[in-house]
């Protein structure tokens, strides 16, 4: 071993290792303390630092904002950007004013319209449809059966009566009288 406690031999299995002999040295306890100081200082600094922050308005959520705000105008004044962007302009002028973008424009627009019209015919058919439906006579029939029950089980809940109606409709007429199905 060489004075330092590191084993020089290459073809030892232990090469760069201390020795055993050097986990024993005692160390110099104004070194732990003076350790133990600095990290207390620095500690103390970063709360006054913290409290300076907070008195100024400053947090970290501003300063992040401020960072991204100053690195996005960095990056629209770069050169690459203005480039960029000048060439993304020429072209964009370049396709709107070609025949190819303006006959497609002018048929997706069409499309639109004659869709917009097709989905209003097909709804005011619904809605016509439903309308002749509720004033036919199978739908009056059930709606007529539905109120008659409906009574039936409120007016007796009302006058304090859990009783409810047979199924068999032994009250006023029987239910397979007017069943319009």
């Known amino acids: 071993m060489d004075s330092a406690g590191q084993d ?19 160390v110099d306890t104004g070194v732990e303390e003076e350790i133990i100081t600095l990290r207390q200082v620095l500690a103390a600094k970063e709360r006054h630092c913290g ?14 904002k401020q960072n991204l705000s100053r690195s996005w105008h960095d990056v629209q004044v770069s050169n690459a ?13 370049k396709v709107t004013q070609s025949d190819l ?17 097709a989905l209003s015919t097909m709804g ?7 309308g002749d439906m509720r004033n036919s006579a199978t739908f009056k029939s059930f709606e007529d059966r539905v109120g ?20 068999t409709g032994s009250g006023d007429k029987p ?7």
């Open 124 to 130: 005011s058919a619904i809605s016509r449809k439903l």
């Open 175 to 181: 239910l397979s009288d007017h069943a319009p199905f």
């Open 51 to 64: 409290e300076l922050k907070r008195r100024l308005g400053l947090s970290t959520l501003g300063g992040l």
């Open 101 to 117: 973008y303006k006959k497609t424009q002018e048929t997706l627009s069409q499309a639109g319209q004659r869709t917009s019209a």
């Open 148 to 167: 008659t029950i409906k009574s039936k089980v409120v007016g007796d809940r009302e006058n304090g009566s859990d009783n409810l109606p047979s199924p």
């Open 8 to 26: 020089i031999n290459l073809n030892s299995p232990n090469k760069g290792l201390l020795s055993d002999s050097m986990t024993d040295v005692p």
């Open 81 to 93: 950007y203005v480039k960029t962007s000048e060439k993304l302009g020429e072209w964009n002028e």
